[in-house]
């Protein structure tokens, strides 16, 4: 049977380089199926299907592809029920291991069941059209784990995650790997993560177009949350990146929204919405933050915390930290609308601030950056209309009457907002009259906006992650 191939080529975009999807030839390789009404002594083919999804991966070699026919699954036995490739595929030749179009298939885990999928040391393997969930409520784990080994040449594209005790995905090393089109959601640790690396941790990663929501709100059966700290939409240890965060929700997390300790992390087009701490955190060198909207810190709840909506934070000495055309709205108060540096106060930086919106509503809710920061800052638009003060830079503070002093551009006034909201879903495109609309510059400023309406070249670039 004649299949697609795919690889991954690079090509640069913002401050890294990103990974893309793109089939190359056709290669002749084996197809088998899994089936609810199959036998593990059938053939594994259509008119005589395996039983099991862990029996038919073990089965596969490079090129081949195994289908699980629509249905449900149950997986229980450990280790006989995960689905473990035996063998990795190679760049000519990739395992594929998919859902039936149509009728994608849910395997539905148990008896504190691992992981659903190991794939632990595997390259070039691809994920494709699977339900991943707990059997009513039943102990499980991981939905898909790779801990042991790097990994490298990874597609996950169109599965749905949820309802799980631990992590949706939960990787350790890896060297390219793409998860597109995924909800991921209702995980007891988070959606997407691992722990510290051993070989450079997570390198040449894209995430496009995903759901990753409501950590936290699932553990053993209940609504949560779990035993777990603050689980988190994306959060991952010390890496050497680049990752790609793209045209992705992330919301109702009860940890963080977006948390990366990866150099060259490059988010944008996202919505980070109503997380109950910070909304999205930067640690590691020449990471950008674009055309994105955070919204909602505390998910409802109004009551204090040290958690803020945009934390740039860095052990390493002048590392480059980008925030382009991101509109953030904060109603708790009480905390930074952002802090640059306030852990490690005598580590140099470089941050260019511009385009953005910062609305903070709730009282006491200025910018905190540090002196050490070497700032680039034009073009903002500030509004802390329930704090004394607006920003910190070192021992200057700057207020509404002399915001405009920090660099070119800058503004302070209410944006107008079509719809600010808190705990629900809002609207932060502009009204007619805004501050925002005309103000911005389009100096390395995006070609579009989060909508992916086109910008204008000139004259005309609005501020904030929505253009007019």
């Known amino acids: 049977m004649s299949l697609f191939l795919v690889t991954f080529i690079s090509f640069q975009t913002g401050c890294s380089t990103c990974i893309v999807e793109v089939p190359l030839a056709s290669a002749i390789g084996k197809v088998y199926y899994v089936s609810p009404r199959?036998?593990?002594?059938?053939?594994?083919?259509?008119?005589?299907?395996?039983?099991?999804?862990?029996?038919?991966?073990?089965?596969?070699?490079p090129g081949d592809t195994l289908i699980i026919l629509g249905g449900r699954y149950t997986l229980s036995q450990y280790d006989d029920d995960i689905i473990i490739p035996q063998n990795s595929g190679n760049p000519n030749a990739w395992i594929t291991i998919k859902g039936e179009d149509g009728s994608r298939p849910i395997l539905a885990c148990r008896d504190n069941l691992l992981t659903a999928i190991d794939i632990s040391g595997k390259s070039y393997i691809r994920i494709e059209n699977l339900e991943i969930t707990s059997d009513n409520g039943a102990l499980f784990r991981d939905g898909i784990e790779a801990l042991e080994g790097l990994v490298s040449n990874i597609i996950i594209k169109n599965v749905y995650i949820h309802h799980i005790d631990e992590f949706g995905i939960n990787i350790k090393d890896v060297d390219g790997l793409q998860i597109i089109d995924s909800q991921i959601t209702h995980c007891g640790f988070g959606s997407i993560g691992g722990p510290s690396g051993d070989q450079g941790g997570w390198k040449n990663v894209k995430i496009l177009r995903c759901?990753?929501?409501?950590?936290?709100?699932?553990?053993?059966?209940?609504?949560?949350?779990?035993?777990?700290?603050?689980?988190?939409g994306f959060g991952i240890e010390s890496s050497n990146g680049p990752i790609e965060i793209a045209y992705t929700l992330v919301e109702h997390n009860r940890g963080d929204g977006l948390d990366s300790k990866a150099n060259n992390t490059y988010i944008h087009h996202c919505i980070v919405a109503n997380n109950s701490c910070d909304g999205v955190k930067l640690w590691g060198d020449n990471s950008k933050l674009e055309n994105t909207l955070i919204y909602g810190r505390g998910d409802g709840d109004t009551s204090e915390t040290p958690w803020s909506p945009i934390v740039i934070s860095t052990e390493t000495n002048n590392a480059k930290f980008d925030i382009i055309n991101v509109t953030v709205d904060d109603v708790v108060g009480h905390n930074y609308l952002m802090h640059v540096q306030y852990d490690y106060p005598d580590i140099p930086i470089n941050l260019t601030l511009r385009n953005t919106i910062f609305r903070g509503i709730g009282e006491n809710s200025p910018i905190f950056i540090t002196s050490k920061t070497k700032l680039i800052v034009d073009h903002n638009l500030f509004y802390t209309p329930n704090s004394e003060f607006v920003l910190v830079l070192g021992d200057k503070t700057y207020y509404a009457d002399n915001i405009a002093s920090l660099g070119t551009g800058n503004l302070y006034g209410d944006p107008?907002?079509?719809?600010?909201?808190?705990?629900?879903?809002?609207?932060?495109?502009?009204k007619i009259g805004s501050p925002a609309i005309d103000s911005g510059s389009p100096i390395n400023a995006p070609k579009d906006d989060l909508?992916?309406?086109p910008r204008p070249k000139g004259k005309g670039f609005d501020i904030g992650a929505y253009e007019r």
């Open 38 to 61: 199959g036998n593990n002594s059938n053939p594994g083919t259509l008119d005589k299907p395996w039983a099991t999804p862990g029996y038919g991966s073990r089965q596969l070699k």
């Open 211 to 232: 759901n990753l929501s409501y950590s936290g709100h699932y553990y053993q059966g209940t609504s949560g949350p779990g035993p777990y700290d603050r689980p988190d």
């Open 416 to 430: 107008l907002f079509v719809n600010p909201t808190f705990g629900t879903i809002g609207d932060y495109h502009l």
């Open 451 to 453: 909508d992916g309406n």
